[in-house]
């Protein structure tokens, strides 16, 4: 009877727990807003952060909360924004121009001069640290190929000259190879872009024949030869505007030093990955890295 009446007990407790729980369960249930999954769908789901957010996931929860814009998604582009507009319920403008990046430099040991013989890290940023790099040439293409390994969609790669190219069909605009270039030579120009001037450096022209082949030297040429091509030399720089869209091709071919080049794809073969490995880093012959600067010229 005893033992019968104990087990009478604990069921009746059991019960009473039971309901309890269940009532606290649909009184506590947080509603999960039905638009969030189709929201994550409509994103690419590469989790690069170029939005701000965590990844997609997180990006959505702040769409479907209101607290952010549609447009955040570079990887998606318009199509993607659209659709999150249209989940949304809202109208969004998608007429912007997409834009890509592109390394602004084509200087390699065949054209350009080096300071010091490098062995350590592959890595940009470690040998960044390192006089400003191993080139003459401060803001150049470091080559070392850490814009490539940041790459989410593996947009980047050395071309058939061994130097490095975006193709700009697979770059997915997240800025991820921009911000980590140390140079700043990793630019923004529109997808449809025709030419780039190939160069990132501001030094006189003195100095840029001294130590780079195919580096601009500002000789202005690229206006006077096209001048509806949009291109403006400031800062002895020679840059393109281009929300101007004249011909170009003259100054093309006239330029000097044949740094204004097409934004074509290039072959970029797969080369499997390897493993750095730090070694001993050899110390400029000068002691401090720097090559011997004679006046500024005026170009």
């Known amino acids: 009877m005893t033992i019968l009446f104990a087990f009478l007990v604990v069921g009746l407790l059991g019960a009473l727990l039971g309901v309890g729980l269940a009532s606290a369960a649909k009184a506590l249930a947080v509603t999960k807003d039905e638009r969030l999954e189709q929201l994550e769908g409509a994103l690419p789901g590469l989790n690069c952060g170029a939005c701000g957010y965590a990844g997609c996931a997180s990006y959505a929860e702040a769409v479907a909360g209101e607290e952010t814009t549609l447009t955040l998604c570079s990887p998606g582009g318009p199509e993607a924004a659209s659709e999150l507009g249209r989940i949304m319920g809202v109208e969004v403008d998608v007429s912007g121009t997409k834009m890509v990046a592109q390394v602004h430099c084509r200087g390699g040991r065949d054209v350009s001069e080096y300071a010091f013989e490098y062995n350590g890290l592959e890595d940009c940023t470690a040998l960044y640290l390192l006089y400003g790099g191993d080139k003459i040439c401060k803001s150049s293409c470091l080559g070392l190929g850490t814009c490539i390994r940041v790459c989410p969609a593996d947009a980047i790669g050395y071309d058939d000259e061994g130097r490095i190219w975006v193709d700009k069909d697979v770059c997915i605009s997240c800025g991820k190879c921009i911000e980590i270039c140390p140079t700043g030579v990793m630019k923004w120009i529109p997808y449809d872009a025709d030419y780039i001037v190939a160069c990132n450096n501001t030094e006189p022209a003195k100095l840029v024949r001294k130590y780079c ?54 072959e970029i073969p797969e080369v499997p990955a390897e493993e750095p490995v730090p070694v001993a880093v050899a110390e400029p012959a000068s002691g401090d890295g720097e090559p011997e600067r004679d006046g500024d010229e005026t170009s």
């Open 213 to 266: 082949k195919v580096g601009c030297i500002a000789c202005k040429i690229c206006e006077k030869k096209s001048p509806e091509g949009g291109f403006v030399v400031e800062n002895d720089l020679s840059t393109i505007d281009y929300s101007i869209t004249g011909d170009r091709s003259v100054a093309v071919e006239k330029c000097p030093p044949k740094c204004i080049i097409p934004v074509t794809v290039r």
